[in-house]
């Protein structure tokens, strides 16, 4: 059995639209590595961090924290380290503290030869995140364990469906880099919604599901619609309707607001359309004075995986 | 080209749980007969009412207000005799007015040589739905129309889906002879909900969705709640709960209200459970001092047809 163990640990994108807390995505080319290595010494130790300043105490890094979970259900009679090369920026709005949650326990998981399912790694996983983001939910989770879109129907008990998609299907993201505090991205949502988006709201969602089921890329565009975050969340985000506006203006099938932003997603049938996307909102954030990144994924349908 | 046709126009459920307002699905063995034929007389005459007591001034019936609204868009030198032998009582929940509806325009487009969509009869349809309803909604029109589940987008502009079932569903429907006013049943409704329900609401809509799809009768199970309507309107019809309990002890995928009740429904994996649920509710309302009806009926995926 190896000893060590190198991963690619993905960035996601949840509260896609209609699906707010509930649906997410995979993305291909953006993510952290780690490296999770078997040592004699029982515990979990976080051994090196590259990219960003985080906590190296296992119990106070997200990683750590998950990592932890899962090492208590374990009766070994060794410890695990951990060393992190974070290329998701923290608070980026695309998964950053869950690709760390999910990579310590895909890791270990791997080195003990698998004995935990998917969905008992994503429990593992909701723990650390709850560290990073003070609740326990699996929208950014779920996508980076099972690749591909997923639904969250329920935390507790977790249940996790994998929706199909398109072949086709690209994502361009707009990173800027502005600060949005959780608590203020919270505080900002409605309690109470009318009757009456909300039913329009689930005709979305269903739609969309069934759009996805179908590859019917037209029914997606149509049914990426979010009447009831995006109006509220949106004011946090500087330039967000220009940006959805050329997005639109330039073929994308949607946009939408990823998890609780900054970031801003597009969804685009082909690559030749994500590219032309990511120019038209590169063009909009060049006439700010916000320094902002870009970029480009195909849907990933294969979710985490091992790295030479 | 023939001078008359025969119709049976099937019943309907509307507000499938989690659906409620976009999700229907259509019934196969209950349903009204209609008789349409050619007359040198131009306009839209309704001959004969069998059944239940209704006008026969066409301007005043469901079945002639659409058919009108399609004659408007004709330009033809003769008219259409409508006969209806009604089985579907008014007011029950399970389609009715829909049934009147969608059957004199099937009927005149068959005479026709077919040059409206079925999209196009449920917009003719919805003029005569309106009569009855006092609003213009599609959802028990369209599954009538084209069968199987559909969900209804949006009205305006009308959007239909059609969401495919696995083949072995069954329902079961008891029609408690009570009186629902449908101003009484809207007024129950709350304006406002929490954002949390709502979110709760569209999970399970899309997994509802994703169930159907992927013929998972365990999710479909899972996803038959209704956390917003049904709190409400229940209380409207006696026994409900007691139905409810007594319909998925038996081992019924799920059970709500049917359109806004008093008829209630319940899905079924397999015609025997559907016979077993039937025997369960039965045996609560035959303690209850109220007349009832039940029907059991595999999902129809054909909708309205001709008959001999």
Known sequence: MKNEIKIFSPAT??????????????????????????????????TKIEGFDLPMDAELNVAGVSALAMYEAL???YGFEIEICKNIKPGSGIGSSAASAVGS???????????????????FAIKGEALASKCEHADNLAPAIFGGFTLVKSVSPLEILEIPSPDDLYVTIIHPQIEIKTSEARAILPKEVSLQSAITQWANFGSLIHGLHTSNYELISKSLHDVIIEPHRSKLIPYYNEVKMEALKT?????????SGPSIF????????????????????????IKFDTYRSRINTEGIKIIN
Chains 1, 2 share one sequence.
């Open 251 to 259: 073929g994308a099938l949607g946009c939408g607001i990823s998890g």
């Open 13 to 46: 994108v949840a509260n896609v639209a209609c699906g707010f807390d509930v649906l997410g995505f995979c993305l291909d080319n953006i993510g952290d590595e780690m490296l999770i290595r078997k040592t004699n010494k029982k515990g979990i130790f976080i």
């Open 75 to 77: 009766n070994v009679d």
């Open 266 to 289: 597009s969804l685009s049938k082909g690559l030749e359309n994500a590219k032309n996307v990511e120019d038209a909102i590169k063009n909009v954030y060049s006439k700010a004075d």
């Open 105 to 123: 326990v895909f890791g270990m998981n791997e080195l003990l030869g698998k004995p935990f399912s998917k969905t008992q790694l994503t429990e």
